[in-house]
Each structure stands twice: as structure tokens, then as C-alpha cells.
């Protein structure tokens, strides 16, 4: 038995086997073979089970975001089967005499490289198509997609997940995850919680050395432990623990359908933070009252190209409909610091965290922004969807994106199509400057949602993704509700409501502070609706 001690996330336990996710090296060093017609058939092999594999991905994509937004795997098969593409790998372990790999490698590198050089944007943005699929030809030639165990749950195990990996994720499948680097405050941590995945991050490098697909294992949310092949008097324990959870929770379900109301009649709205339209089905399960973060840069992330107007009013659609009436927040895009798309194309930052993200690269690429608002603007006429735009730090910005906004609702009219003219704008404070000069800013929207991850970052000048800094960075802060009390005072004073939506809407701790500040919403990942439920229900301001 091996203990490693990390970062707990999401009070929960997981038992089971482990599923290691080895991410593929850049670089395959040249292997020469003898035998070419095993070699051959190697490829071929693999090339099969690729296609089979994307069109499986397809299906699942088309459930999800629709045909048009699962083409792009239509598109990889054809370039998987290219015939210019397969002569050159096959050529290449024929007359040099090298491994499959090594064949396909090389020849993602040529022809990556050769639509690069295209003037041509759309012929351009094949270049990530090719790697794609190169990288899962390799990764099954190496036998590198034996990560899930066929039938079985596991833990996912890997150095470290983006949020684009984890938003991709089966949830269906898994069971924790587990990694060797990674922050309490990161965007991933965020999403774990939200797709309520108990999670176990920063355990260090040296757990990757000792563990492999199949192993039993025990990830601990509640105290950081990574345990490895437990001995029996542990997975008693554990088993216990889990039982304990278990009775808790179905204590708080006996909280469905009462109000989070405060003993002395302060009623609070209890919204719930997701990433995807699949998470309507935990929020409904939470009996969360709407939906205060639905974080939209999850749509732009793991793929090759810009979603379509189409492929994201689908998504923007499927939610305000099933939410049947109830307020949907939708955040729009967020790309930028540890969120990351390579086709926008944006540049190495030495600080990204203050660079080109949020609103200033909305700002800066309006032809992708103007997309999302047509998307957004015409799902509003199927449900309550308000529109919030993240990373404010000046009234400049709010006058540019309402001009934005007008500008969209008028293409709409002139179109004859329709939408809800009375959808709220809103913005979130999650800058230092955005708090002080808040009684401007709620002059100009409808309201504001305070992004306490940010705000907290901003503020005391600490890297969210930066460990060395974690033990500095106090979430309880003066200056941090110095600012949220300023926020909501101000925006109360202009007549406009105010919520929070980072983590700090979930530290109990503070729920009866964020009230006799005036909060008027809380918004939380769906399996901490019903404990803040609880939370609120036990306060009476009266004394």
C-alpha cells in the first residue's frame, strides 16, 4: 500500500481501478523494422480501429451539439482514409524500413506542415485536423487507448488535465480523477466540482512511475489521499466512509422543493454553475432554482475549429428549453489563461492570466463574438435567458459591447427572426477595478455576478495556478469582501441585483456574511445546492 498526499476536491470518495492516461510524446524516435508485412498490417489494424473509434465519438457529438456540430469527425475519417496520407505512411515503412509510428509521424509532419503554409484559412485549420488523427493512430498503434477498463468505472489517472480534457471526460465512466500536478483554484478543480467527480490533484510526479492501468485504488476528495492498492483494513474503512455519505446526502434531499429562506423570511436564490447541457440533469437533481454559470467557453473548447452560429444556438436552445422558464445565466466566452483553444491563435503570453482573455478577446475578435450573441439572442426566444460578460474592467468596454448587443438585435429584426427583447444583460466583478467603480457600471446593465475566483486572484495579486503562491492567497480576505460589500451596495443603490458565482458562494462559512451583505443569488456547483440549501435555512439575521 502507497499513500500520496495532494489537494482533495469534492467531498466524496472514490474505490476502483485505475485508468492511466499517458499523454503521447511530441517526438517518436525513428525504430527500423524487418518486418514489413506485420508492420503493414499493424497500420492498417489501427486505422480501423480509429474509424470505428470516430464514429462513436460522432454519435455520442451528435446527441450532444447536433450533425453540423459532429461534422468535424466526418471530416477526420476522410482525412484518415486519404489516399495521399496512407501512401506516404505505407511507403515510408516499406522503403525505409521503419515502425508504423514512426511512419505516421513523419507523415503528420508533412502534411501539417503543408496546410500551414496555405493562404487558404479554412485548408489552414486542417493542419490540427491531421495531427489529431495522426496522434490517435498512435496512440492505438502504441496500445496508448487502453485507458478505459471495457465494462468498469475507473479513476483517471494523468500528470495533469486541461479544462478542455476534463469537459471531455464520460462522466459515465469514470469514477475520480486523479493528477500529479494542478491547483485547488484552477478551472479544472472548478469543473471536477461541478461534475461532481471527487478529484485528487497535486500528488506529485513520482505516483506516475508506480502506477498502471488496472491497479486498485482509493482517491479521498475530502483529505487529498491517493491511495495505492490499498490493504483490506483501509477498503474497510473507506467502505464505511462511503456509507456515512451516503446518509448524509439522502439527508439533504429531504430539502427538495423547500426554499432557501433564512428563519427571519430572508429569501436567497440558490443557482447552480455547470459547463455543459448534459449537467441540466444534475441540476434538476439538485433542485437548484436556475442556472446563475453556464460557462459557454466549454462549447470552443477540445476541438479543431470555432463552433458554428448554428452548433452553439442548438446547445443555448436545449438548455433555456429544458429549464422550462427558469432563469439561465450564460456566461459568454471566457478563452483565454489556462483555457486555451489553439485556433484562435493567440500568442505566448509571459502573464496570461492578465492578458488577451474574457471580454478583451471577445472585443478584439468580433466576428467570433457577434456569432455568439446571434446564438445567444435567438435561443432567448425559447426560454429565460440572461447573457453576462466576463472580465469588466472599465464602463468603455460595457458601452462597446452594448453597442455590440443593439447592433445584433437589429441584423435579427431585419432578418424576421425572433427573440426575446427583454433578455437581460449583466456583467461579472471580477477585477479590482470592475468593484470600484461598480455604482457606474450598474448604471449601464441589468445586473451583476461577482466571479469571487478572479476577483480573489486580482486582488491579492496571487497566481491561481501557481502552488508556490497557494498558501498566501487568503479567500477570507478584507479587501476581497471589501470589495463584494462595495459591489453589492452600490448595485442595490442603482436598483440592480446582485449574485456570486465563484467558489466562494459555497464556503458555508461565509453564507450568513454574503447575506447581511445584501447577496441577493448564490450560484454553485450541483451537488452543493442542497448544503447551502441547509446552510441558509439555519441563519436568522433577527438575531
Known amino acids: 500500500m502507497t499513500i500520496f498526499e495532494g489537494k482533495g476536491i469534492c467531498d466524496a470518495v472514490a474505490m476502483g481501478r485505475i485508468s492511466v492516461i499517458r499523454k503521447q510524446k511530441k517526438e517518436i524516435e525513428r525504430k527500423n523494422i524487418t518486418d514489413i508485412k506485420n508492420e503493414t498490417e499493424r497500420f492498417e489494424n489501427a486505422k480501423n480501429e480509429v474509424l470505428s473509434e470516430l464514429e462513436t465519438v460522432r454519435e455520442k457529438a451528435v446527441s450532444k451539439v447536433g450533425e453540423e456540430g459532429a461534422a468535424i469527425f466526418e471530416i477526420h475519417k476522410m482525412m484518415i482514409e486519404d489516399e495521399d496520407y496512407n501512401d506516404f505512411i505505407l511507403n515510408m515503412i516499406k522503403d525505409e524500413k521503419v515502425s508504423a509510428e514512426y511512419a505516421v509521424f513523419s507523415a503528420s509532419k508533412k502534411f501539417s506542415e503543408l496546410f500551414s503554409s496555405m493562404e487558404n484559412a479554412y485548408m489552414k485549420s486542417r493542419a490540427a485536423d491531421i495531427k489529431e488523427i495522426s496522434e490517435r493512430l498512435i496512440n492505438h498503434l502504441s496500445g496508448e487507448n487502453e485507458n478505459i477498463i471495457d465494462g468498469e468505472q475507473v479513476i483517471i489517472c494523468a500528470k495533469d488535465l486541461s479544462p ?36 485528487v490533484v497535486n500528488v506529485g510526479d513520482e505516483f506516475l512511475s508506480l502506477i498502471k492501468n488496472g491497479d486498485y485504488a482509493i482517491a479521498d476528495g475530502f483529505s487529498g489521499k491517493f491511495i495505492l492498492n490499498p490493504d483490506v483494513e483501509t477498503i474497510s474503512y473507506y467502505e464505511k466512509k462511503v456509507d456515512e455519505y451516503k446518509e448524509k446526502n439522502n439527508l439533504l434531499l429531504s430539502l427538495k422543493g423547500k426554499e432557501s429562506k433564512t428563519i427571519d423570511g430572508r429569501r436567497i436564490d440558490v443557482f447552480a454553475n455547470i459547463g455543459n447541457a448534459e449537467s441540466i440533469k444534475e441540476v434538476k437533481e439538485s433542485d437548484a432554482d436556475g442556472i446563475g454559470l453556464f460557462r459557454s467557453e466549454f462549447i470552443f473548447l477540445g476541438r479543431d475549429d470555432f463552433p458554428s452560429e448554428e452548433e452553439q444556438f442548438f446547445v443555448y436552445k436545449k438548455i433555456a428549453e429544458e429549464m422550462n422558464g427558469e432563469k439561465v445565466i450564460i456566461r459568454t466566452l471566457d478563452i483565454g489563461a489556462d483555457k486555451q483553444a489553439d485556433y484562435f491563435g493567440i500568442s505566448d503570453e509571459e502573464n496570461p492570466a492578465l492578458g488577451l482573455r474574457g471580454i478583451r478577446l471577445c472585443l478584439s475578435r468580433k466576428d467570433v463574438f457577434k456569432i455568439q450573441l446571434r446564438a445567444l439572442y435567438r435561443a432567448s426566444e425559447y426560454g429565460n435567458i440572461n447573457i453576462m460578460f466576463p472580465m469588466i474592467t472599465s464602463e468603455k468596454e460595457v458601452d462597446e459591447i452594448l453597442s455590440l448587443c443593439e447592433d445584433v438585435r437589429e441584423e435579427l429584426k431585419k432578418e424576421g427572426i425572433p427573440f426575446d427583447e427583454k433578455t437581460e444583460l449583466g456583467i461579472m466583478i471580477e477585477t479590482p477595478a470592475a468593484a470600484i467603480i461598480s455604482d457606474d457600471l450598474s448604471k449601464k446593465v441589468s445586473f451583476f455576478s461577482i466571479g469571487t475566483n478572479d476577483l480573489i486572484q486580482y486582488t491579492l495579486a496571487c497566481d491561481r495556478q501557481n502552488l508556490s503562491v497557494e498558501k498566501f492567497c487568503d479567500t477570507h480576505h478584507k479587501a476581497v469582501l471589501k470589495l463584494i460589500e462595495m459591489t453589492i451596495k452600490n448595485a442595490h443603490k442603482n436598483g440592480v441585483w446582485v ?13 450568513e456574511t454574503f447575506i447581511k451583505m445584501g447577496v441577493d443569488e448564490l450560484s454553485v456547483s450541483p451537488p452543493y445546492v442542497l448544503k447551502l440549501r441547509e446552510r441558509i435555512r439555519n441563519i436568522d439575521l433577527s438575531k
Open 164 to 199: 478542455g480534457e476534463t469537459i471531455l471526460l464520460d462522466k459515465e465512466k469514470i469514477l475520480s480523477f486523479v493528477t500529479a500536478k494542478g491547483s485547488l483554484n484552477s478551472h479544472t478543480a472548478i469543473l471536477a466540482k461541478s461534475m461532481n467527480i471527487p478529484a
Open 499 to 511: 449574485g456570486i458565482c465563484g467558489e466562494l458562494a459555497a464556503d458555508i462559512s461565509l453564507t
